[in-house]
Nanobody, 121 residues
């Protein structure tokens, strides 16, 4: 069984910073994590991609967070981080971690439970 667990999040004022982290783990010995990333969903809106990072550390960001958010990963620990700076009220959303995992010969996507980020004064 694969688990994806997020931590971080909370309430921050506009212009502030916040960090998220996420770890993927599995009970099986043949477990390989490829791309990891973050999505978010604001009330009444569809879930959108925020940032992704491949195992080779190639990154991709949605335009609205470029220059403000930074994604990084520790491949040995199957952990991904999202540093969010210069936060805006429109960044308020539930943030979901995503991991693309291969178990034996099967590739699947796994999601965390989500963590709330609220940007408000």
């Amino acid at each position: 069984q694969v688990q994806v667990v997020e931590s971080g999040g909370g309430l921050v004022q506009p212009g502030g910073s916040l960090g998220l982290s996420c770890a993927a783990s599995g009970s099986m010995f043949s477990f390989y994590v490829y791309t990891m990333g973050w999505y978010r969903q604001a009330p009444g809106k569809q879930r959108e991609l925020v940032a992704t990072i491949t195992r080779g550390s190639s990154t991709n960001y949605v335009d609205s967070v470029k220059g403000r958010f930074t994604i990084a990963r520790d491949a040995a620990k199957n952990t991904v981080y999202l540093q969010m700076n210069s936060l805006k009220p429109e960044d308020t959303a539930v943030y979901y971690c995503y991991a693309q995992v291969k178990v034996l010969s099967t590739m699947s996507d796994y999601w965390g439970q989500g963590t709330q980020v609220t940007v408000s004064s």
